[in-house]
Nanobody, 127 residues
């Protein structure tokens, strides 16, 4: 079993920045990849970013590329999502997700591939 605790959401003006954190606990002794997803009211959950176990491989949705950066600190079992140049359309509940993997360099894009999810943190960007 794995538990994920997210933090760092809040209200920010357009153009501002926020940094989300996701701390994992439990069965974290195996390799695991991480992902970030978001869900706006009335919309499906969508992919935002993903990072491999090694941290060397990352992938971003086109809508956030160049503005968001994901990173990880395996010693702390924590993953981060740095969000810059925020836009009102970034408003959503953001979720981190955890997937066991055998491949240190692989990341995953599909919501169905992930094994565990955080509780979500609200990000609101005002215009």
């Amino acid at each position: 079993q794995v538990q994920l605790v997210e933090s760092g959401g809040g209200l920010v003006q357009a153009g501002g920045s926020l940094r989300l954190s996701c701390a994992a606990s439990g069965r974290t002794f195996r390799l695991y990849a991480m992902g970030w997803f978001r869900q706006a009211p009335g919309k499906e959950r969508e992919f935002v970013a993903a990072i491999s176990w090694s941290g060397d491989s990352t992938y971003y949705a086109d809508s956030v590329k160049g503005r968001f950066t994901t990173s990880r600190d395996n010693a702390k079992n924590t993953v981060y999502l740095q969000m810059n140049s925020l836009k009102p359309e970034d408003t959503a509940v953001y979720y981190c997700a955890f997937k066991f993997t055998s491949y240190s360099g692989s990341y995953y894009l599909d919501v169905k591939e992930y094994d565990y999810w955080g509780q979500g943190t609200q990000v609101t960007v005002s215009s």
